[in-house]
């Protein structure tokens, strides 16, 4: 049941306000409508329809479905002095009415006992704690229009008999009172959500607050695509169902906060990191999906071509030293560096992990989770894994000096040690890495090799077809007619099966950097990434992205204006 709650059903029938026929014909009453079936009908609203409950009953059930207290505005005074703390435009914007004064809390009556929001922004306002007790929407009325003299619309308030303002003209049929719960369609709606985007293959969801409407997008194979949005007025409700899912401060709206969220979805195990950012309009969130069973690939699965493919079995069966992984978010880092450590994973290499978060679980396999509030950090992780003698480490990012210089000398005293880093080529690493502060002659002789990727989209094959690419898409790739003489390229011409995209899928494109002896003499010599770039092609037999993304278009796989548009940059 949602958040632990009774209910609201069932309290009704505990404090003998109604019995359990009565709710059941509340139910039936709200599935049909009501008596506008245009309208959304509440369990609470469909019981005072039907005479079974009054408007106090209800709150007061809400009262006690929330550990609240209640309180009748309609009886008593409540002091001037009290009144005075909270000025007329507060009250008519937030339709609330100052109660009591509590030790340093001052105690607000309101009618909907989740909105949060006002609760948060009446703290920052008033400088001060805030706490809630319900009130009736009629006693609402009448105490603003005595304590203020505001007589004005009060409809929003006159619809907040339940938590979430969440019943949207749809209702499912219930079989027994016992299993209602006013929390039910927004749950449904989120996994409604969530299980949509599985089903798009989404690797993000965003849900994101605007001016007049709650936007949601899925990114699908690295572009965002709006799907059908939920209404504006779900908006706290969807994004505190969120917050608790992924064991959030629901009550936290001013500082971005990070959870996770597990659940299984369509029978696969779905691990959410979710992601709270305070915006204009409200938090907006991003869930990162991460499919824990399609998340372990192999190295064959990457899309190397196969001289970089043997190059990199090479490289990461080497005893010691560091290979570097760089891309920006989402390029698939970490898969690369799962496919890796799955490869060589056996019951004689000891393998340590530092990551931030723990993306996926590896059978065989140590993985530390980087906790910043309590000062476990990369470098300090590092430091510890190197006194448990492991044999190959994983570092999630390299980030600072002290993180950088930890690796090295793990590297320069025999371990394997992977890791990431956030530039846009592969010899960009080297430069990075001197620009931390790490001497030029500790990066030359413990780097190994680093590879830059990105991800590129796949034709789709249901509806890939030939076609011949004019001389203008050539040149933008540096590409002669003759280049493409005797070969033959495709494109998708979009179907069903891609949402009209003419892409399904993604791959991998690859620019792998090897060290050499030239390459370690450059890099002695702090010489720029250009020149360093220019010997790896030269003498090193490195292929750009963009030369490899072109490898893959004459392969027929994906496309010149795919790859265009990831590797612009580097054209």
Not at 228 to 239: E, T, V, W, Y
Not at 308 to 329: A, C, H, M
Not at 396 to 425: C, K, P
Request: hydrophobic share 40%; net charge negative; proline share 4%.
């Amino acid at each position: 049941m949602a958040h632990g709650k009774k209910p609201l059903g069932r309290i009704l029938r505990a404090l003998k306000v109604c019995n359990s026929a009565q709710v059941k014909e509340a139910l039936q009453y709200q599935k049909e409508g009501g008596s506008d079936p245009s309208k959304g009908v509440k369990i609470g609203e469909a019981l005072i329809h039907l005479g079974y409950a009054t408007e106090t009953q209800v709150a007061q059930a809400l009262a006690k479905q929330f550990s609240l207290p209640f309180v009748d505005l309609t009886k008593g005074k409540i002091p001037q002095e009290t009144i005075d703390m909270v000025s007329r435009a507060v009250v008519e914007e937030h339709k609330i009415i100052p109660v009591k004064k509590h030790g340093k809390a001052l105690i607000v009556a309101m009618t909907d006992p989740l909105d949060l929001f006002t609760l948060d922004n009446l703290r920052f306002i008033l400088g001060s704690d805030v706490e809630c007790a319900l009130a009736t929407p009629e006693g609402m009325q009448y105490a603003i229009s005595t304590y203020y003299g505001l007589s004005g619309d009060m409809e929003n308030i006159n619809d907040a008999y339940t938590i979430d303002d969440i019943d949207f003209g749809r209702s499912e049929e219930v079989d027994d009172a016992e299993d209602e719960d006013d929390d039910a369609p927004v749950i449904r709606l989120v996994t409604l959500i969530i299980t949509e985007a599985i089903k798009a293959r989404a690797s993000d969801i965003h849900i994101e607050p605007m001016e007049g409407k709650l936007r949601c997008r899925y990114r699908v194979d690295g572009v965002c695509y709006e799907v059908d949005s939920p209404p504006k007025r779900l908006q706290n409700a969807i994004l505190t169902r969120l917050k608790i899912m992924a064991n959030m401060k629901v009550d936290e709206r001013r500082r971005p906060q990070d959870g996770r969220i597990n659940l299984s979805v369509l029978g696969k195990v779905i691990d959410l990191r979710v992601s709270a950012l305070p915006a204009s309009h409200g938090e907006s969130v991003v869930m990162r999906i991460l499919d824990k069973e399609a998340g372990l690939v192999g190295l064959e699965e990457l899309g190397f071509h196969e001289s970089d493919y043997q190059r990199f079995q090479t490289i990461i069966k080497k005893p010691n030293g560091i290979f570097l992984v760089t891309g920006p978010t989402g390029s698939g880092k970490t898969t690369t560096l799962y496919a890796a450590l799955k490869e060589l994973n056996r019951p004689d290499v000891k393998i340590i992990t530092a990551e931030n978060p723990v993306e996926y679980n590896l059978a065989g396999i140590n993985q530390c989770q980087v906790r910043h509030e309590i000062g476990l950090d990369f470098s300090r992780i590092l430091r510890a894994m190197l006194r448990q003698a492991p044999n190959i480490i994983l570092v999630g990012e390299i980030r600072d000096q002290e993180t950088a210089e930890i690796a090295i000398q793990a590297a320069l005293t025999g371990h394997l040690v992977f890791s990431t880093l956030h530039t846009n080529d592969a010899p960009g690493a080297i430069t990075r890495l001197l620009d931390m502060g790490v001497k030029p002659f500790l990066v030359a002789s413990s780097i190994q090799a680093v590879m830059a990727q990105r991800l590129v989209r796949k034709i789709c094959s249901s509806c890939k077809e030939p076609y011949d690419p004019t001389d203008s898409e050539l040149r933008m790739v540096g590409m002669a007619p003759e280049a493409v003489a005797g070969k033959t390229l495709y494109r998708g011409v979009g179907c069903a099966d891609c949402k009209d995209t003419g892409f399904r899928g993604r791959m991998g494109i690859y620019e792998l950097f090897e060290m050499s002896h030239n390459l370690r003499d450059l890099t002695f010599q702090r010489a720029s990434t250009m020149k360093l770039k220019d010997s790896a092609e030269k003498t090193g037999g490195m292929v750009t992205l963009q030369g490899d993304g072109l490898r893959k278009v004459l392969m027929g796989t994906t496309t010149i204006e795919e790859i265009l548009r990831v590797t612009h940059a580097h054209a």
